[in-house]
Structures are given as C-alpha cells and as structure tokens.
C-alpha cells in the first residue's frame, strides 16, 4: 500500500508525507469495517487506489489551501479526511446522517493527528437552515451521495457566495448536468468546467462536476428531502 500511495501522489503532483497517515487511517478503516459497514472494498490495495487516491485527486479541483470545508454525507471520511491528511492547511467539517460513522470519525481523526476535525451527526437539509452553518463554507464536496439536482439542494446552501461545490461523478455525467440546470440556477449557482482524472495506478476515469455560488440561495431552500425527492426543481 505504501508502495501505491507514494507512487500515486507523486503522478498527482501532491506531497507524499502523508502517506504514512493515509496508511494507517486504511488500516483503521478495514479494521472498523469487520463491525461497521464503511466500505465495500476490502482489499488494501484497492482501498488505496479506489477511496485514497480517488479522494486525493480532488485536490486539483479547487484551490482548498486555508479553505473551509464542508464535507456532505462524508460516510467513511470519503473524501473530507482524505483531503484534509494531505492538506493540512484546510479546515474540515465532515457531516453525516449516521451517528455511529461521525462517533468513528471523531476517534480515528485524531489518532491520526487532525484532532481539529469537526464531524457532525445531523441531516444536511436541517443543517443548512441554521445560521451556524448556511452560507459558511468556501468549499462544499460530496462522493457518489446521490443525483446532481438533489445534492444541489442540499449542498448549495452551505456555500458562500464565491464558493465552489464538488460534485464527484463517475466518467459521464451530462444528462446530470442537463436535468440540473434549472436547479442550480434557482439555487444561486453556476456550471464552471468539469475536473476530469483518471485515478493513478488505475484505468477508472472520474468527473469531478463544478458549481460555483454566485449569488445567495434563496431562503426556502432547501426544502425538505421527502419534498426534493417528490419535487425536484
């Protein structure tokens, strides 16, 4: 795995001290995973290819040195933890509906020397409505959580004006965009240009979809889920 991480953040033009983290916060993840459905990959190698170096590419879509980040419906730590282990200078919210993901979140962030990570167990649709939260973050990224209108509406509210939501997708994602146009242009954003990779050490080609926040979202939204899912906008 050592082998793989170094060889893979190197063709990504990202620093390999943190290798050594990312290691040992697989191990803890596969460990975990034996009580706990956090990932259906086992193998170790894979782990490093398909969650750490998928994860990391995301780097390379937004500039998050110093940022503040908001990672929705962050699961296994996929890909907030990831991102903040090779850069440190972010700061990090990870946000999920599971209790008992957020309380392992929590514990293994700082085993693994990011004792300043927030995890948060709440819905995002609720969270967006509080002042604490709504429009607070530079950066909002979610993985493979759901269709790009849905997570629009619950993403978008959480971003300054200025900021910039990751959707990642997988290598085709222009019917999504399509059907989200409308949304995101109720909702204040704005399509930019997709960041497309290919994770390193693989043949896996992934779209990174890019919505910046250009204006404030309007105050009803988001609604909630079950009204999103019945009524997408």
Not at 160 to 180: I, Q
Request: proline fraction near 6%; charge should be neutral.
């Amino acid at each position: 795995m050592k082998d793989i991480l170094t060889r893979g953040l190197e063709a990504l033009s990202l620093p390999t001290d943190s290798v050594p983290r990312l290691e040992q916060y697989a191990a803890l993840l596969l460990e975990q995973n034996q009580y706990m459905n956090l990932t259906a990959i086992t193998d170790p190698e894979q782990v490093a290819r398909l969650h750490m170096l998928d994860s990391a590419a995301l780097l390379h879509a937004a500039d998050f040195a110093g940022k503040r980040v908001l990672d929705v419906g962050t699961g296994a730590g996929f890909p907030g933890l990831v991102l903040r282990l090779v850069e440190p200078s972010i700061s990090l919210t990870l946000l999920d509906s599971l209790g008992k993901r957020i309380s392992w979140l929590q514990q293994i962030a700082s085993e693994l020397g990011a004792a300043d990570v927030t995890a948060i167990h709440g819905r995002a649709e609720e969270l967006a409505r509080s002042e604490e939260f709504r429009e607070q973050f530079d950066i909002v990224t979610s993985r493979a959580l759901a269709d790009l209108g849905t997570l629009c509406e619950l993403c978008l509210p959480f971003l300054r004006p200025g900021g910039v939501f990751l959707a990642m997708k997988g290598p085709d994602c222009r019917e999504e965009k399509n059907a989200a146009g409308r949304c995101i242009s109720i909702l204040g954003g704005q399509l930019r240009q997709d960041y497309v990779y290919t994770i390193p050490e693989t043949e896996v080609t992934h779209c990174v979809v890019r919505v910046e926040k250009t204006r404030p979202t309007p105050a009803k939204y988001p609604r909630r889920f079950a009204q999103i899912k019945k009524s997408p906008l």
